[in-house]
Nanobody, 123 residues
């Protein structure tokens, strides 16, 4: 069993930065894939970034590549999402999720989810 809790969301002006954290309670196995998703009003939940817990390989949606960076701390059992050069279209609820089956960009394949944190980017 894994419980995930996001933090770090808020209101920021376009061009600004935010750092999201996802603290996990419970063991994260090396085969677990940790992902960040986002969902804007009226839109589908979409993959933003992900990381293989064991080896640290990272993956990004094209829309955030070069602006967002995902990382993890094994010591803190935490996944981070550093978001730079934020745009109004990045406004959404951001969710952290864990997939025991490994790499996936499909939200339906994830086993555990956090409650989400709101990110609002003003123009």
């Amino acid at each position: 069993q894994l419980e995930l809790a996001e933090s770090g969301g808020g209101l920021v002006q376009a061009g600004g930065s935010l750092r999201l954290s996802c603290a996990a309670s419970g063991r994260i196995y090396s085969s677990t894939f940790m992902g960040w998703f986002r969902q804007a009003p009226g839109k589908e939940r979409e993959f933003v970034a992900g990381i293989r817990w064991g080896v640290g390989n990272t993956y990004y949606a094209d829309s955030v590549k070069g602006r967002f960076t995902i990382s993890r701390s094994s010591a803190e059992n935490t996944v981070y999402l550093q978001m730079n050069s934020l745009k109004p279209e990045d406004t959404a609820v951001y969710y952290c999720a864990a997939n025991r089956g490994g790499y996936s960009r499909m939200h339906s394949e994830y086993d555990y989810w956090g409650q989400g944190t709101q990110v609002t980017v003003s123009s």
